[in-house]
């Protein structure tokens, strides 16, 4: 049993197999949080104090005995509002009658075996059935709401997942303005918050700040989860680092708009609260309707940072995203975009894909600019049928030749837009999004459709469902392309335009529900501008998600760190593009490019027919590579060997198989120095008692100044491990190695 009922001590204790979560209903039936941190025993109640601050009121039937119980000082499960904890706010309803706040007692709790779901939102499954579920109905009867929290806990894989579900159980409308998923006080500790922010084409730039006294904030307002901040943050202890010390991540399974915050209150308390975007946000509940919250994702390691996202990749990979291809192979890809972006016909594109064909390709992308009249970024979204003038004959004849040399064929669409230069936009003009009477904000010259309605929702799954129906596609990848603003909808009456955001979120799970479901042998990677939807509502439809605009390897380097404290090698989308980049202009090895861009969404970005001989035989050796890592290197450990703020003139990380026989080593050399220090790394995650043979070492060679003393070819897994290993320097242009480890037969 995972979870744990105390009925004297009126505790219930969430036990994963190194951590242990605990909450205590009150004197009054308010519930506490009493403990969240490494794996214990006891009841947690007494490590508060229940002791008058000052100014931090006390419930009613409490005050005349004691002046030191108060919301405001306790941690609490599910703060209220409006009933006397000045601090973050998790829910807060209104009544028709204006009595607003949220003051919420226990009223009965159940535990069962399996894993909840929820209405109309993605949430973590269970396919090992190993999951437990723990509902805790508390109520404010004043108001007529009724909050269930939802939790289900995965002991194996340390992850416990939260949720609520809010219920008017009054007799006139309640509206709901503010439902956090998730409230996590800390009340002891020294925290820092590791979060992860950016803009186009520079997602996910991990930042790690010490908590200030004050909240904060940060979120997107941009009904995606956006390229500036991400729905994921781990607070950490001061002194936490790669390898050590406590940390706590929170992420957010949505990708809409949210808000997540971090409040350090009088007595040094943090409390931690993440969901829905409530500026703006409101949603009307009639007597017996409920309200389901997107769910989060909590996990507490006390070995640091990369055992934390460790157990996240795991969990993602295996228990939140459906798609076959999760867990499995996927085919290297070559994309057209940066090799002709809109200048293309067909001829030139089976051109491509036949050079593709020849470099080991097995899987050929038509990117944007093949439908309406699409040769620039102007006009044709929600025309989504051939641009006979590139392609005459339409896409059939096209995919034939595609096939025919023995590729897959995969597709772009972008169907959540429409551009005012379309048959689509003249026919439905109501269909995007606007406030009548002005006119709405262009952005890459389109407007957004209104997914809250059933007929655009019903017309987007028949377009791409038809596209799927009617040709040979192996692959999909779905872009968005602008952040929304201007939300009206004709279709919502005035007192419900506050639930617009979040209903158009909803479109799209349920637009993606059904796709994934009829179509589950179809890859589809998700993308937004690169990286603007990288959350974990996304990859619960998609196994990959093109991570960034940003094709530059040593730029991509800090974006998929980033990405990689929360989200798995495996859902990122990577290519090898052009040198010199067409982003930042920066030229760099063609190995080095390989060695960035070798996630599971590997592919190629770039026109084969510029590539020089040479160029093109280290391409299929780069691709024969990641065909034999490609498994371990999936399923595989993650390890980022340097720390964050580091000093340092290079980036390394490594890869560990489960089973601890094979690992791999990458370091790309950021900085190239006169006078370098030493290229020092201790490896991490071996077996010290195993002996590894190293391999591809010559893989380097070509960028030292002189033959590099040989290092011997055999080491013990202690030696990796504690002294480590002492690389020989490189010199030139963002040199690369990697490292290739076998456990040794003895
Ligand atoms: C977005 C994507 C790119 C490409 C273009 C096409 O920017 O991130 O990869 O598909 O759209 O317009």
Same mark, same amino acid.
């Given at each position: 049993?995972?979870?744990?009922?105390?009925?004297?001590?009126?505790t219930?204790?969430?036990?994963?197999?190194?951590?242990?979560?605990?909450? %205590?209903?009150?004197?009054?039936?308010?519930?506490?949080?009493?403990?969240?941190?490494?794996?214990?025993?006891g009841?947690?109640?007494?490590?508060?104090?229940?002791?008058?601050?000052?100014?931090?009121?006390?419930p009613?039937?409490?005050?005349?005995?004691?002046r030191?119980?108060?919301?405001?000082?306790?941690?609490?499960?599910?703060?209220?509002?409006?009933?006397?904890?000045?601090r973050?706010?998790s829910v807060?309803a209104?009544?028709?009658d204006g009595?607003?706040?949220a003051?919420?007692?226990?009223?009965?709790?159940?535990i069962?075996?399996?894993?909840?779901?929820?209405?109309?939102?993605?949430?973590?499954?269970?396919?090992?059935?190993?999951?437990?579920?723990?509902?805790?109905?508390?109520?404010?009867?004043?108001?007529?709401?009724?909050?269930e929290?939802?939790?289900?806990?995965?002991?194996?894989?340390?992850?416990?997942?939260?949720?609520?579900?809010l219920?008017?159980?009054?007799?006139?409308?309640?509206?709901?303005?503010?439902?956090?998923?998730?409230?996590?006080?800390l009340?002891f500790g020294?925290?820092?918050?590791?979060h992860?922010?950016?803009?186009?084409?520079?997602?996910?730039?991990?930042?790690r700040?010490?908590?200030m006294?004050g909240?904060?904030?940060?979120g997107?307002?941009r009904?995606?989860s956006?390229?500036?901040?991400n729905?994921?943050?781990?607070?950490?202890?001061?002194h936490?680092?790669?390898?050590?010390?406590?940390?706590?991540?929170?992420?957010l399974?949505?990708?809409?708009s949210f808000?997540?915050?971090?409040?350090?209150? %009088?007595?040094?308390?943090?409390r931690?609260?993440?969901? *829905?975007?409530?500026?703006g946000?409101?949603?009307?509940l %009639?007597?017996?309707?409920?309200?389901?919250?997107?769910?989060?994702?909590?996990c507490?390691?006390?070995?640091?940072?990369?055992?934390?996202?460790?157990?996240?990749?795991?969990f993602?990979?295996?228990?939140?995203?459906?798609s076959?291809?999760?867990?499995?192979?996927r085919?290297?890809?070559?994309?057209?975009?940066?090799?002709?972006?809109?200048?293309?016909?067909?001829? +030139?594109?089976?051109?491509i894909?036949?050079?593709?064909?020849d470099?080991?390709?097995e899987l050929f992308?038509?990117?944007?600019?093949?439908?309406?009249?699409?040769?620039?970024?102007?006009?044709?979204?929600?025309? $989504?049928?051939?641009?006979?003038?590139?392609?005459?004959?339409g896409?059939?004849?096209l995919?034939?030749?595609v096939?025919?040399?023995? *590729?897959?064929?995969?597709?772009?669409?972008?169907?959540?837009?429409?551009?005012?230069?379309?048959?689509?936009?003249?026919?439905?003009p109501?269909?995007?999004?606007?406030?009548?009477?002005?006119?709405?904000?262009l952005?890459?010259? %389109?407007?957004a459709?209104?997914?809250?309605?059933?007929?655009?929702?019903?017309?987007?799954?028949?377009?791409?469902?038809?596209?799927l129906?009617?040709?040979?596609?192996?692959?999909? +990848?779905?872009?968005?392309?602008?952040?929304?603003?201007d939300?009206?909808?004709?279709?919502?009456?005035p007192?419900?335009?506050?639930?617009?955001?979040h209903?158009?979120?909803l479109g799209?799970y349920?637009?993606?529900?059904?796709?994934?479901?009829?179509?589950?042998?179809?890859?589809?990677?998700?993308?937004?501008?690169?990286?603007?939807?990288?959350?974990?509502?996304?990859?619960?439809y998609?196994p990959?998600? $093109?991570c960034?605009?940003?094709?530059?390897?040593?730029?991509?380097?800090?974006?998929?760190r980033?990405?990689c404290?929360?989200?798995?090698l495996?859902?990122?989308?990577?290519?090898?593009s052009?040198?010199?980049?067409?982003q930042?202009?920066?030229?760099?090895?063609?190995?080095?490019?390989?060695?960035a861009?070798?996630?599971?969404?590997?592919?190629y970005e770039?026109?084969?027919?510029?590539l020089?001989?040479?160029?093109?035989?280290r391409?299929?050796?780069?691709?024969?590579?990641?065909?034999?890592?490609?498994?371990?290197?999936?399923?595989?450990d993650l390890?980022?060997?340097?720390?964050?703020d580091d000093?340092?003139?290079?980036?390394?990380w490594q890869?560990?198989?489960?089973?601890?026989?094979?690992s791999?080593v990458?370091?790309i050399v950021?900085?190239?120095?006169a006078?370098?220090?030493?290229?020092?790394?201790?490896?991490k995650?071996?077996?010290?008692a195993?002996?590894y043979?190293?391999e591809g070492?010559?893989?380097f060679?070509?960028?030292?100044?002189?033959?590099?003393?040989? *290092?011997?070819?055999?080491?013990?897994g202690?030696?990796l491990?504690?002294?480590?290993?002492?690389?020989?320097?490189?010199?030139g242009?963002?040199?690369?190695?990697?490292?290739?480890l076998?456990?040794?037969e003895?």
């Open positions: 049993m995972s979870i744990v009922y105390d009925a004297a001590a009126r219930i204790t969430l036990n994963t197999r190194e951590s242990s979560y605990q909450m %205590q209903i009150g004197p009054l039936g308010h519930l506490l949080h009493t403990y969240y941190g490494r794996r214990a025993e009841n947690f109640g007494a490590l508060h104090l229940k002791k008058d601050v000052g100014f931090s009121p006390n009613h039937a409490l005050a005349a005995v004691t030191g119980w108060s919301l405001d000082t306790l941690p609490q499960e599910l703060s209220g509002a409006n009933s006397g904890d000045f973050t706010p807060c209104v009544t028709e009595r607003r706040g003051e919420l007692r226990y009223v009965r709790h159940e069962r075996p399996g894993k909840y779901a929820l209405n109309g939102l993605p949430a973590a499954f269970d396919p090992a059935g190993e999951a437990e579920t723990l509902s805790v109905t508390l109520a404010d009867e004043v108001l007529g709401l009724e909050a929290l939802l939790y289900a806990v995965y002991e194996s894989r340390d992850l416990i997942t939260r949720a609520l579900r219920r008017n159980t009054g007799k006139g409308a309640l509206r709901l303005e503010k439902t956090a998923s998730c409230c996590l006080d009340p020294d925290w820092d918050l590791l992860f922010h950016g803009r186009h084409a520079m997602e996910r730039q991990p930042e700040l010490p908590m006294n909240v904060m904030r940060l997107s307002r009904v995606a956006s390229h500036q901040h729905p994921f943050a781990i607070l950490c202890n001061r936490a680092t790669e390898d050590a010390g406590d940390c706590y991540g929170l992420m399974v949505y990708s809409g808000e997540l915050e971090a409040e350090k209150d %009088q007595m040094g308390s943090v931690l609260t993440a969901g *829905l975007l409530s500026e946000f409101s949603w009307t %009639q007597p017996g309707e409920s309200f389901d919250t997107p769910e989060a994702l909590l507490f390691r006390h070995d640091g940072l990369n055992a934390l996202s460790q157990r996240y990749h795991r993602l990979r295996r228990c939140l995203c459906r076959p291809f999760s867990t499995a192979e085919p290297v890809l070559l994309n057209n975009w940066e090799a002709t972006y809109f200048n293309f016909d067909r001829d +030139k594109i089976l051109t894909a036949r050079e593709a064909r470099l080991g390709a992308v038509l990117d944007d600019g093949w439908f309406g009249r699409r040769n620039d970024d102007r006009s044709s979204l929600g025309d $989504w049928f051939v641009n006979e003038e590139k392609l005459p004959g896409l059939e004849p995919i034939r030749g096939k025919e040399l023995g *590729l897959q064929f995969g597709l772009w669409v972008e169907p959540e837009m429409v551009s005012e230069d379309s048959e689509l936009y003249r026919a439905h109501d269909w995007a999004l606007g406030v009548p009477g002005r006119e709405p904000a952005s890459r010259s %389109q407007l459709l209104d997914l809250s309605r059933s007929e655009v929702t019903d017309w987007i799954y028949e377009t791409v469902a038809g596209l129906r009617r040709y040979d596609i192996d692959y999909i +990848k779905w872009d968005f392309n602008r952040s929304l603003t939300l009206y909808s004709p279709a919502l009456p007192e419900r335009q506050g639930e617009l955001a209903r158009c979120t799209l349920s637009v993606l529900e059904r796709l994934t479901a009829e179509f589950p042998h179809v890859l589809f990677e998700g993308c937004a501008g690169g990286g603007g939807r990288f959350d974990a509502g996304m990859l619960a998609f990959q998600i $093109w960034s605009d940003d094709t530059d390897p040593i730029e991509r380097l800090t974006i998929q980033g990405s404290y929360g989200y798995p495996s859902a990122v989308g990577a290519h090898v052009a040198s010199p980049n067409h930042t202009g920066r030229r760099t090895p063609l190995d080095t490019r390989a060695m861009a070798m996630a599971s969404g590997f592919g770039l026109d084969p027919g510029r020089s001989e040479e160029e093109k035989e391409i299929r050796g780069q691709i024969r590579r990641f065909r034999e890592l490609e498994d371990f290197a999936r399923e595989g390890y980022r060997l340097t720390e964050l000093k340092r003139d290079y980036e390394a890869i560990v198989s489960e089973t601890k026989d094979e791999l990458n370091l950021t900085h190239p120095r006078n370098p220090r030493p290229l020092h790394l201790r490896l995650g071996l077996d010290p195993a002996r043979r190293l070492l010559e893989t060679a070509a960028y030292l100044p002189e033959p590099p003393e040989p *290092l011997p070819e055999i080491f013990s202690a030696a491990l504690y002294a480590g290993l002492t690389l020989p320097r490189m010199m242009d963002y040199p690369c190695v990697q490292i290739h076998k456990r040794a003895d």
